[in-house]
C-alpha cells in the first residue's frame, strides 16, 4: 500500500462548491482516472483519503491538501498527471508527492496556522484600514459572537490572530494578509477579522484566497522553537528531487 500528497488549487470557479462536493467530486475523478484506490472496509467501502482544513466558503484556495492511499505504489508524478485530466475546470492538482521516508504516512491534524489574502474593494482610505489593524492588534481580547445550527456562544478572537497588515493593490483596492490559528482546537475566520475592521459591507466587494496552511511549533516540536513550518516537503527538498 502506498500514499500520494497532492496540494491542489481551487480556483474561483468553484469557490461556492462545499467541502464535503469538492471531496465527492475528487473522489469522482480518481476513480475516472483508474487509480489503485484502497478501500475502507464494512459494508459501503469507499476510497481512503483524507483532505486538509476546509476552506471558507466562498474563498478560493492555493495550498489545499490531499492524501490518498493506493493499494500499490505509483508514481506522485503519473497520480497528478491522471487526476488532472479528469479535475472539472477550477480544481487543479499543483503538486504531488509520497511521504518522508521515515513515516509510511502523512496526517493533516497537526495543521494549526492558515494563511490568507483578502482583497477589498472599497472607499475606506488606507491609512484609515491601518489605524484599524492597530486598534484591533492592540486589544487584550476581541469578543464575537458565534451561532448558526449551535447555540450561541462567546469567543475571544484575539489569540486566534497571528498576523495582519494592510497594503495597497489596485486602485480603490487594499490587500488584507493575515494569520489565523485553525484546527480541530478553534481557529478564526477570515471573514470575521473582515468584519471586525468594519470592511466590506457590501456583497461582492471582498475576495479570500488562502495562501499557505502551516504547522506552529506549538503543535509540533519538530516545527522548531516558534518558527512556522509550511506543510509538506520543503523547497530545497522539491528541488533537490527535481519535482
Same mark, same amino acid.
Request: hydrophobic residues 35%; charged residues 30%.
Given at each position: %500500500?502506498?500514499?500520494?500528497?497532492?496540494?491542489?488549487?481551487?480556483? $474561483?470557479?468553484?469557490?461556492?462548491?462545499?467541502?464535503?462536493?469538492?471531496?465527492?467530486?475528487?473522489?469522482?475523478? %480518481?476513480?475516472?482516472?483508474?487509480?489503485?484506490? #484502497?478501500?475502507?472496509?464494512?459494508? +459501503?467501502?469507499?476510497?481512503?483519503? +483524507?483532505?486538509?482544513?476546509?476552506?471558507?466558503? @466562498?474563498?478560493?484556495?492555493?495550498?489545499?491538501?490531499?492524501?490518498?492511499?493506493?493499494?500499490?505504489? %505509483?508514481?506522485?508524478?503519473?497520480?497528478?498527471?491522471?487526476?488532472?485530466?479528469?479535475?472539472?475546470?477550477?480544481?487543479?492538482?499543483?503538486?504531488?508527492? $509520497?511521504?518522508? #521516508?521515515?513515516?509510511?504516512?502523512?496526517?493533516?491534524?497537526?495543521?494549526?496556522?492558515?494563511?490568507?489574502?483578502?482583497?477589498?474593494?472599497?472607499?475606506?482610505?488606507?491609512?484609515?484600514?491601518?489605524?484599524?489593524?492597530?486598534?484591533?492588534? $492592540?486589544?487584550?481580547?476581541?469578543?464575537?459572537?458565534? $451561532?448558526?445550527?449551535?447555540?450561541?456562544?462567546?469567543?475571544?478572537?484575539?489569540?486566534?490572530?497571528?498576523?495582519?497588515?494592510? #497594503?495597497?493593490?489596485?486602485?480603490?483596492?487594499?490587500?488584507?494578509? %493575515?494569520?489565523?490559528?485553525?484546527? +480541530?482546537?478553534?481557529?478564526?475566520?477570515?471573514?470575521?477579522?473582515? /468584519?471586525?475592521?468594519?470592511? @466590506?459591507?457590501?456583497?461582492?466587494?471582498?475576495?479570500?484566497?488562502?495562501?499557505?496552511?502551516?504547522?506552529?511549533?506549538? /503543535? +509540533?516540536?519538530?516545527?522548531?522553537?516558534?518558527?512556522?513550518?509550511?506543510?509538506?516537503?520543503?523547497?530545497?527538498?522539491?528541488? #533537490?528531487?527535481?519535482?
Amino acid at each position: %500500500m502506498g500514499q500520494v500528497i497532492c496540494r491542489y488549487r481551487k480556483g $474561483g470557479e468553484v469557490r461556492w462548491i462545499s467541502h464535503l462536493d469538492v471531496k465527492r467530486t475528487l473522489e469522482r475523478a %480518481m476513480r475516472r482516472a483508474v487509480l489503485p484506490l #484502497a478501500l475502507t472496509e464494512g459494508h +459501503s467501502p469507499h476510497p481512503k483519503i +483524507s483532505l486538509g482544513p476546509p476552506l471558507p466558503l @466562498g474563498a478560493t484556495g492555493e495550498a489545499e491538501l490531499l492524501a490518498i492511499h493506493l493499494r500499490e505504489a %505509483m508514481q506522485p508524478g503519473e497520480v497528478k498527471n491522471r487526476l488532472n485530466e479528469q479535475l472539472p475546470q477550477g480544481l487543479e492538482v499543483v503538486e504531488a508527492w $509520497g511521504p518522508p #521516508a521515515h513515516s509510511k504516512r502523512e496526517t493533516f491534524g497537526d495543521i494549526d496556522v492558515a494563511e490568507y489574502r483578502v482583497t477589498v474593494r472599497d472607499d475606506v482610505r488606507l491609512d484609515e484600514v491601518g489605524r484599524r489593524v492597530e486598534e484591533l492588534l $492592540g486589544q487584550g481580547e476581541v469578543i464575537v459572537t458565534r $451561532g448558526g445550527k449551535r447555540p450561541e456562544r462567546k469567543v475571544d478572537l484575539r489569540p486566534l490572530i497571528l498576523s495582519l497588515s494592510v #497594503a495597497d493593490s489596485e486602485p480603490g483596492e487594499k490587500v488584507l494578509c %493575515m494569520r489565523l490559528r485553525t484546527g +480541530s482546537h478553534g481557529g478564526a475566520r477570515p471573514q470575521e477579522v473582515v /468584519a471586525l475592521l468594519g470592511l @466590506g459591507e457590501c456583497e461582492g466587494e471582498v475576495r479570500y484566497q488562502r495562501t499557505g496552511l502551516f504547522v506552529s511549533a506549538k /503543535a +509540533s516540536p519538530t516545527a522548531g522553537r516558534g518558527i512556522w513550518r509550511r506543510w509538506g516537503r520543503s523547497r530545497a527538498k522539491r528541488r #533537490a528531487e527535481g519535482s
